[in-house]
């Protein structure tokens, strides 16, 4: 079932349907997805970060520093999925895709739209997509969704219920739909990732008391192909990192976490995924699992076509401060001590960036991004691990008076138990080599509250403590020299970081928690232009371009879970919207 604005008898009648269908019969082929927002396909932003290896970078170049001061808005489109879920409004964190004039874009509840934004002057939306999904607060479900996939002539999303469902772009029915996360607790926030013939998922809910996986789906059936589980079964590679029988819980690792709920990065040359894994479960309480906890906090490459782990990395073992590593991880090639390398650059949430090898995982090098880090003396220049890790030891200590045990008090961590950068996704522009992020600056509270084995309910929330900020926050756009991992610019902002950012030749792109979407100097990160359009950003923005002009496209929504200390911010009522600016 779908939703359209014309109907397909009238459209009939006038003997214009051939030619209706025609505007959007140009498949997003493999081909072309490896091409996005580049070349020949510049004008177009197939993917969810962009293209493949996650740059976020654009090469239109019609919005410049010199006139970007010029920028109005086009138009803006309101949305639905305002239905609160058992935890309040959904997040509005969705990137739109533009493919030849037609904009796919997501609600909260992942529910698909295509709109027309061929005129430049409005946004017609031609279908939505009717996935049937339950929107009953009794379900106890979180709702965020981040974006689509674009497959030949489907339309994919994911959805908070566990199903993955593929609308045809044509008419918005739906063509195919599974309930590929079918176990209690489990389900998607992520985009899919259309890569050749298949649809890359990533189990989302891990702290709901869940194991994390990453699967592949045929993209013409939707049937599961293969599926790599973030927290190994016993006798499996990995498994020997969870001394579940240490702790008297010898399930321990059913429960592990490690979600993959942010869309990963594709290398076409060596038919690589690499996803980003989130903490284990309980994520304050190691004492519940002890070990290093494999797979989470980590970086994991699979073989596309069969899931098979080609290598890992693992940036924070035994973490107990929700430090999930599910960000981008930006592939480069990039020269390094006088080398060219090809290298995966990650911020991560811990308040480290770090370059790896992208052929093995092996560790390059690391720098500090955040202003206050206090959980770890530094990074071992020759392993990327803490400098305190002990590869002997079940449990972790990596800075005096930061570490979480059952019998101590509550401690302060930095940077905040979000990050740093967390699912935001930030950008790497190649032709300057120079990588950037929107950053949250400043601490949490935290403390343990022991949870005995037979009290845990897989499909609940499972923190094994509690949070809290300290006092209020501000946030900071920031540029990294990919080579040394250094911090070369960084201007503080007022509010958190929650956005992620864009960018195209000279500009950054950044949406802010007050409702300020801003244009910044890529060279100074001074603000060229803002408008404010009283929503809540926690979405990144992206670009297009129609007939030559260029479009900058981002959207808005609820403030959602935390105002980081910043009352000023928490009446912002719900309203989901597209918002279009141009020259």
């Known amino acids: 079932m779908k939703t359209t604005t014309t109907s397909v008898a009238a459209l009939a009648a006038t003997g214009l349907l051939a030619s209706a269908l025609a505007l959007s019969a140009d498949p997003a082929t493999p081909e072309r997805l490896e091409m996005s927002a580049s070349g020949d396909e510049a004008a177009n932003w197939l993917t969810v970060h962009g293209n493949y290896s996650s740059h976020r970078f654009s090469e ?18 309101p949305l639905g999925g305002t239905e609160p879920s058992a935890f309040g409004a959904g997040a509005m964190e969705t990137t739109p895709l533009v493919k030849d004039g037609k904009m796919y874009v997501s609600d909260p509840w992942g529910t698909p739209y295509k709109i027309d934004v061929s005129s430049g002057k409005m946004g017609q939306i031609e279908w939505i997509c009717d996935t049937g999904i339950d929107k009953d607060p009794a379900l106890g479900i979180i709702v965020a969704n981040r974006g689509l996939a674009l497959s030949g002539d489907l339309v994919v999303s994911n959805l908070p219920d566990g199903r ?22 489990e389900g998607f926030s992520g985009a899919p990732l259309a890569v050749g013939d298949k649809i890359i998922v990533g189990q989302s809910f891990g702290d709901w008391a869940t194991r994390g996986w990453i699967a592949a789906l045929d993209a013409a059936t939707g049937d599961e192909v293969w599926r790599f589980y973030t927290v190994p079964e016993p006798g499996q590679p990995g498994s020997e990192t969870w ?23 594709y290398d076409p040359e060596s038919n690589t995924l690499i996803y980003g894994t989130g903490n284990p479960v309980p994520m304050f309480d190691p004492e519940y699992r002890p070990g290093d906890n494999l797979y989470s906090n980590s970086a994991v490459a699979l073989d596309a076509d069969t899931g098979e782990l080609k290598w890992h990395f693992q940036y924070t073992p035994g973490d107990y401060l929700d430090y999930d590593e599910v960000g981008s991880h930006l592939l480069i090639d990039q020269e390094i001590d006088g ?10 949430r811990n308040g480290i960036f770090y370059n790896l090898d992208r052929s093995n995982g092996s560790f390059i090098n690391s720098g500090q991004y955040v202003e206050k880090l206090n959980w770890t003396p530094g990074i071992d220049p020759k392993t990327g691990k803490p400098v305190n890790y002990d590869p002997n030891a079940s449990l972790q200590a990596y800075a005096e008076d930061v570490t979480m045990r059952r ?3 509550p401690i302060e961590n930095c940077p905040h138990l979000q990050g740093g950068i967390n699912f935001w996704p930030t950008a790497y ?20 509250v022991s949870v005995a084995p037979e009290d845990v309910m897989q499909g609940t929330i499972f923190t094994g403590g509690s949070s809290a900020d300290s006092g209020e926050m501000d946030g900071s756009i920031l540029r990294v020299n990919a ?24 500009i950054v792109w950044v949406g802010e928690l007050d409702g300020t979407f801003g244009a910044y100097d890529a060279d100074t990160l001074e603000q060229l232009w803002s408008m404010n359009t009283g929503g809540v950003y926690k979405a990144p923005a992206m670009t297009y371009a129609v007939d030559g002009k260029q479009y900058v496209a981002i959207t808005a929504g609820p403030l959602g879970l935390g105002s980081f200390g910043h009352p000023e911010i928490e009446q912002t009522q719900t309203a989901n919207m597209l918002y279009v600016f141009s020259l």
């Open 60 to 77: 239109l170049d019609g919005i410049t520093p010199e006139n970007v001061g010029d920028l109005k808005l086009a138009f803006a489109v």
């Open 164 to 185: 993955v469902v593929a609308c045809d772009d044509a008419s918005g029915d739906i063509v195919w739909e599974k309930q590929t996360a079918s176990e209690p607790g």
């Open 243 to 265: 001394l579940c029988e240490e702790s008297g819980n010898p399930d321990c690792w059913k429960t592990g976490g490690a979600a993959a709920w942010v869309t990963g990065s």
């Open 339 to 348: 080398e060219m390398r090809k290298v995966v650059a990650h911020f991560g």
């Open 407 to 409: 019998d101590g008090g």
């Open 429 to 448: 522009n190649p032709q300057t080599g120079q990588a950037f992020g929107h950053s949250i600056e400043g601490c949490s509270e935290l403390s343990v």
């Open 483 to 506: 080579a040394t991992g250094e911090v070369d610019q960084k201007t503080i902002r007022e509010y958190p970081g929650y956005a992620g950012v864009m960018l195209t030749p000279g």
